[in-house]
Every structure is written in structure tokens, then in C-alpha cells.
């Protein structure tokens, strides 16, 4: 028995894997386990864990079950009374952990708390969210919250306005890192097997406010996360022009997301806002910069195949994606 489970998801991650687990054996508290879940790497990622981290349990998948069914098959095995979600790609400082487990213990309504991420210049990164919406959708997509960061409206998705050094009680956390309590997911489920990859960890925080609990921000738990690593490394598949994420694996997702909370009408209301952004922008684009609007018509076909595949959010696509 342990006091934490470590959960580690791989994909191709071995050039960042020894970074994550050499930052876990670093920790100021030592009473965790780490179990990694490998994702049918095509690199040596499992060969890393089995010879150079022995008391790592390693679980080698022969196919990709995606973040989420890698991590319900994490907590089949798991003995923690918390459970701690890694990715491969983040290091945490020295008492990461043993803060982490302080505040959990401290909160009785924390049911998930996340901590600082920053890259690896030591620059902000999102970590802490307000849940999505179409007015967020329409913020982000026009660049609104962008270009008026500081505003408490137009940076609500992100938090771009607030003190990054002061910890609040927020919609969501993101996946690179988080702590969860055991008892609470036991009671609840941990993710949502449709999620393949993206938005699995939006709605669990959904379904911890559901139960009556919270989701908490912790900027002493300081992360250094690269972002994206695992993502880079999947061949043939359109990727946003705004970050790493694979565009229609987002949008299976959104979907899905949008369709389980607020129905087949505000999905397709979220899929008519960008599709409609794009067209306009593909328009605007069409003489002077026809190589932005060629990809502006893809995400409007990218899209439609999105909503089919997903019958509106209704089902998810056969997995692996």
C-alpha cells in the first residue's frame, strides 16, 4: 500500500520518460508508487522503464487505448489513497508531491488539485481553466482573448487575468499534471472511456463538481511541462494552427464533450461557429493568401467528418483513433 499512485501515460515518449521518472525518485516524499502505462510505443519507451526503472510497475498495451483507458487501466492496479496524473513530458520540483499531498489532505471538498505548469524557459502555461462554452469558443476563435489577455472577460477561458501565484477553487485543471482523491474516484469513475484523447480531463472535473466537491489550483506545485510531445509524433493528421493538439481528434472530442453536457443543438452550435469562422476566413483569404485559406477549408471538411464520425457527439469513433 501506498499514500500516492503515480500514474504515467506513454506514447514514443523515451527522449522525456527518464527526465519524469528521474524528477519522481528526486521527491522530498518518497511514499508513492509509479506505475506507467505504455501505449504500443514504437520507440524504446518500455525498455526504458523495464531496464533502467525496476520498481516502476510497467503495463506494455498492445494497442493505444488513448490518455483516459491508459489511466483507468493505471488505477486497476493502484493502491494509493490519492492518485497523481503525470504526463511523460512534465518534471516536477523536488516537494511537488509532498505539498501536493498536504493540500489535498488540508481541503476536504478538493476532490482534483492542480499545480503551476511553465515551460522550460520558466514561461506560464495555462493551468488552470474555466470549463468551455460557445462564449469561450467565440473568444479564443476571434483572438480576444489573445489580444485582451488582462481582462477578466476576454481572458476568462484561460485565466489569463489572474494572479498566477494566488490558489483558487477553478473549473479545471489540465492532465500534465493533477491529484486526485481515490475514495472520490472509486465512488464516480475516473474517465470517461469514449474520450480517446482531449477533453477526458475537463469532464472528469465536471463530474467532481457533480459529486459536490471541487477542483483547486496550487501554485506551489511547480511542473515543467513541454506540452504536445506525444502528439508530435503521430504521422499524417492535420495539426491546429494555435497549438499541438491533432485537429480532428479535438473535434471528435468537442464534440463528444458538448453533446454529453449540453446536448445535440449546442454542438452543433459550436461546430457552426468555427466552421462559419473559417469560411469567412478561407473568403477573406482566397486572393492574397490562398495557401491560409486552403487550410481554413480543411477545418470546415475536417469538421463535417467530425460530426459523422461522432453521429453529433453521439458515440465515439471505433478506437484507436
Keep these: ?124 502555461q495555462p493551468s488552470a481553466r474555466v470549463f468551455p462554452s460557445l462564449l469561450n469558443e467565440a473568444l479564443t476563435l476571434s483572438g480576444l482573448a489573445n489580444r485582451y489577455s488582462q481582462s477578466r472577460f476576454f481572458g476568462r477561458f484561460d485565466r489569463t487575468w489572474a494572479d498566477p501565484k494566488a490558489a483558487a477553487a477553478v473549473d479545471w485543471v489540465p492532465g500534465a499534471f493533477a491529484i486526485v482523491r481515490r475514495s472520490l474516484i472509486d465512488q464516480i469513475g475516473l474517465f470517461d472511456e469514449r474520450f480517446f484523447l482531449y477533453y477526458e480531463e475537463v469532464d472528469l472535473c ?27 509524433t503521430v504521422d499524417e493528421l492535420a495539426f491546429s494552427s494555435s497549438g499541438k493538439q491533432l485537429t480532428l481528434w479535438r473535434m471528435r472530442s468537442q464534440l463528444l464533450y458538448y453533446r454529453k453536457w449540453h446536448g445535440c443543438f449546442y454542438s452543433a452550435l459550436v461546430k457552426g461557429l468555427e466552421q462559419n469562422w473559417h469560411r469567412l476566413r478561407a473568403s477573406h483569404n482566397a486572393g492574397k493568401a490562398p495557401q491560409k485559406a486552403e487550410d481554413s477549408k480543411r477545418i470546415v471538411a475536417l469538421w463535417q467528418q467530425a460530426w459523422q464520425e461522432t453521429q453529433g457527439g453521439l458515440q465515439s469513433p471505433t478506437q484507436p483513433w
Design 1 to 124: 500500500m501506498s499514500k500516492l499512485s503515480v500514474f504515467i501515460v506513454t506514447y514514443n515518449s523515451a527522449p522525456l520518460l527518464r527526465s519524469c521518472l528521474d524528477s519522481l525518485y528526486a521527491q522530498t516524499l518518497q511514499d508513492f508508487e509509479i506505475i506507467v502505462v505504455d501505449n504500443a510505443s514504437r520507440d524504446d519507451s518500455a525498455a526504458l522503464v523495464k531496464t533502467g526503472y525496476p520498481k516502476v510497475k510497467l503495463i506494455a498495451s498492445p494497442t493505444n487505448l488513448g490518455f483516459g483507458n491508459a489511466n483507468n487501466l493505471a488505477l486497476s492496479q493502484a493502491t494509493g489513497d490519492y492518485l497523481v496524473l503525470l504526463n511523460p513530458d512534465a518534471v516536477l520540483a523536488p516537494d511537488a508531491l509532498e505539498h501536493a499531498l498536504q493540500h489535498i489532505e488540508a481541503t476536504p471538498d478538493a476532490g482534483m488539485g492542480g499545480g503551476l505548469l511553465q515551460g522550460t524557459q520558466g514561461e506560464w
Design 206 to 232: 465536471k463530474r467532481i463538481y457533480q459529486a459536490g466537491f471541487k477542483v483547486y489550483y496550487w501554485p506551489d506545485l511547480v511542473i515543467t511541462h513541454i506540452g504536445g510531445a506525444s502528439s508530435e
